[in-house]
DNA sequence: TTGTACGCGTTATCAA
DNA sequence: TTGATAACGCGTACAA
């Protein structure tokens, strides 16, 4: 078993100083022609590759970045990664990836375990819990020791950082606007507490009902306490509820609502429309397949990816802050009418 | 904006050495309870944490586990990935993901840039393009340096090294085997090139049809070349072949010809039946929902972390190497008839 | 009981 | 052209 080879060992090997070694693998001109070509063969023979952590430790600067999400359930989060990820391996960054699993407990031991010395900077969306908590002293711990953060999706203004979300009000309003164009006049909503973006959302569900003349009925509004499958309260919303659509704040919602009408005997979008936020996997090989709204997660971890690095190698901190919204798009399938 | 204060900054407030203060903050006995509680006290109030980078160096010890997974679109990967998560957190460990999408060499990029002191042991599924190419030198490299590696799912004989995989022949042939006891005969398959899984699964497939005595038709089988959907293929093979049920190696094919068959007017289970490998959200909210194989994948990333974590803590390298084989199960739902 | 010195692997500055 | 030295932050064996 070959060990790591360093510096150190080249530079015994070869009887020349460490700085020599190190100098000349940089191709230094202060090396000679010789010496450059005999250490660089003899490294490249050995495959020397400088240790990370001890550049980092020099460089106070790690070329990692974390990423803490709240699931992996949400297709969205995961596209959001697959942005991150893209993005900063083409400047050079590696993506850490933590999951808080929508508890608080461990969005704060996450961002505690990198926060040492482990990341250059942040990039995260908030766990339900921190939103329904309100608490916000482990980030602001974080960003008060000058580590550059990005927030995305779910976000608060209580932090100072960048952003980067979805115009969710407008969003949904356009979405409830295209249902009552197509005619359908008893729009529903399936939504969730504490979250800012379902709240968000919720707005754009009333607005758009306000100026198109709906009264507003409390009984169309179904909030489901946490972000998974509550299937009595649905299958009770869809007994007890008359409705000609439904707007959902994710894919799963609205998925798992089509399946409960459809046993019900009505016909998709016949009878009733789906529009569901997150264009996934699911709404696109669902049976009908799902208009939704894409958040582009791609593109929007990419942003957040491009403002955290270019803020990390930023020197001066300008203490601006930026909220970018990427723009979401209405996918027309087959669960609406057009 | 306080910066991140160091051992140094306390022991020159405090005027002590910094030793002194190390040794404090590790509750020795060696230190006078006074100025213990002194140092501990200031370093609280600052909110002293080691960091990471610095101790890593000193031990040699990142408490890094580097995980290398082919894409996130199939949602076996992102629930291993969780399964990884959690039980490392658990000891300790953070997690670094990288995506190699399918692509040698990104997945040889990504490796070496992990390799250098980032991680103390890898977690790898291997990109199809890897094994088409059949060239793992980049990982008996690594595995040369002595650092710990568990290949999963997607594995090879031709390195050593621990290995956590289902028994896809034997998963496969009891999919198989149940069609032909609900008196099916003319049973597909469709799968993938180049990719252990996919073969293994397809012996399966073979050796349940011999055993029922069935005679192979090579017709009944499609083979994709890169695992992703190619509508067209697909449209044909139904068109041109008949059949009464189907396997796929992996959801989203099986997902895609239910639509297909559907839109075609066949009912399922009645006319065709469907069984895809992973038991993802979209088998489980599928309409109608997908029988399917469950790789139990997070139970498998835990494993996996497992025994990664064991060995790098085990100083003395055995250089024995352990298959763990993690049983799958059949889960029956809507696409296939008791 | 406290402090000094060294090493982890690298880089940068300054001296030879 | 090369090498010695210090520094990044921490921990520890050893000396005081």
Same mark, same amino acid.
């Given at each position: 078993?070959?060990?790591?080879?360093?510096?150190?060992?080249?530079?015994?090997?070869?009887?020349?100083?460490?700085?020599?070694?190190?100098?000349?693998?940089?191709?230094?001109?202060?090396?000679?022609?010789?010496?450059?070509?005999?250490?660089?063969?003899?490294?490249?023979?050995?495959?020397?590759?400088?240790?990370? @952590?001890?550049?980092?430790?020099?460089?106070?600067?790690?070329?990692?970045?974390?990423?803490?999400?709240?699931?992996?359930?949400?297709?969205?989060?995961?596209?959001?990664?697959?942005? @991150?990820?893209?993005?900063?391996?083409?400047?050079?960054?590696?993506?850490?990836?933590?999951?808080?699993?929508?508890?608080?407990?461990?969005?704060?031991?996450?961002?505690?375990?990198?926060?040492?010395?482990?990341?250059?900077?942040?990039?995260?969306?908030?766990?339900?819990?921190?939103?329904?908590?309100?608490?916000?002293?482990?980030?602001?711990?974080?960003?008060?020791?000058?580590?550059?953060?990005?927030?995305?999706?779910?976000?608060?203004?209580?932090?100072?950082?960048?952003?980067?979300?979805?115009?969710?009000?407008d969003?949904a309003y356009k979405a409830v606007k295209k249902l009552l164009d197509s005619?359908?006049?008893?729009i529903?909503?399936?939504?969730?507490?504490?979250?800012?973006?379902?709240?968000?959302?919720?707005?754009g569900y009333?607005k758009a009902l306000?100026e198109g003349? @709906?009264?507003?009925?409390?009984?169309?509004?179904?909030?489901?306490?946490?972000?998974?499958?509550?299937?009595?309260?649905?299958?009770?919303?869809?007994?007890?509820?008359?409705?000609?659509?439904?707007?959902?704040?994710?894919? @799963?919602?609205?998925?798992?609502?089509?399946?409960?009408?459809?046993?019900?005997?009505?016909?998709?979008?016949?009878?009733?429309?789906?529009?569901?936020?997150?264009?996934?996997?699911?709404?696109?090989?669902?049976?009908?397949?799902?208009?939704?709204?894409?958040?582009?997660?791609?593109?929007?971890?990419?942003?957040?990816?491009?403002?955290?690095?270019?803020?990390?190698?930023?020197?001066?901190?300008?203490?601006?802050?930026?909220?970018?919204?990427?723009?979401?798009?209405l996918?027309?399938?087959?669960?609406?009418?057009?």
């Amino acid at each position: 078993m070959k060990r790591k080879i360093t510096l150190k060992h080249i530079a015994r090997e070869l009887e020349v100083s460490i700085s020599t070694v190190s100098k000349a693998l940089k191709n230094s001109e202060e090396i000679s022609k010789d010496t450059k070509e005999k250490i660089q063969a003899f490294a490249k023979l050995y495959n020397y590759k400088p240790n990370n @952590i001890a550049v980092s430790l020099k460089n106070k600067r790690t070329k990692n970045i974390g990423v803490i999400i709240p699931n992996i359930v949400h297709h969205f989060f995961t596209t959001v990664v697959r942005g @991150i990820e893209k993005y900063a391996n083409e400047r050079g960054y590696n993506v850490i990836v933590c999951l808080s699993d929508e508890s608080f407990d461990k969005e704060v031991i996450n961002m505690e375990m990198l926060a040492n010395g482990s990341i250059d900077g942040f990039i995260m969306s908030l766990s339900t819990e921190t939103q329904a908590k309100k608490d916000y002293n482990h980030i602001k711990e974080v960003t008060s020791q000058g580590i550059p953060l990005v927030m995305f999706d779910r976000v608060t203004d209580e932090v100072d950082c960048d952003k980067v979300i979805i115009n969710d009000k407008d969003s949904a309003y356009k979405a409830v606007k295209k249902l009552l164009d197509s005619g359908r006049r008893k729009i529903a909503l399936i939504n969730t507490e504490n979250l800012s973006v379902s709240n968000a959302r919720t707005e754009g569900y009333y607005k758009a009902l306000r100026e198109g003349g @709906i009264s507003i009925d409390e009984k169309l509004v179904l909030t489901l306490p946490h972000e998974s499958i509550d299937e009595k309260a649905i299958q009770y919303f869809f007994d007890t509820v008359s409705m000609d659509a439904v707007l959902c704040v994710n894919e @799963i919602f609205a998925i798992y609502g089509m399946r409960v009408v459809q046993k019900k005997g009505l016909k998709i979008p016949e009878d009733i429309s789906f529009i569901g936020f997150t264009d996934g996997l699911l709404s696109k090989y669902a049976n009908p397949s799902l208009s939704a709204i894409a958040q582009h997660g791609e593109n929007m971890g990419a942003v957040a990816a491009q403002m955290l690095i270019d803020k990390v190698e930023n020197e001066e901190d300008d203490e601006v802050y930026r909220t970018e919204i990427i723009d979401s798009t209405l996918i027309e399938r087959e669960s609406t009418v057009n």
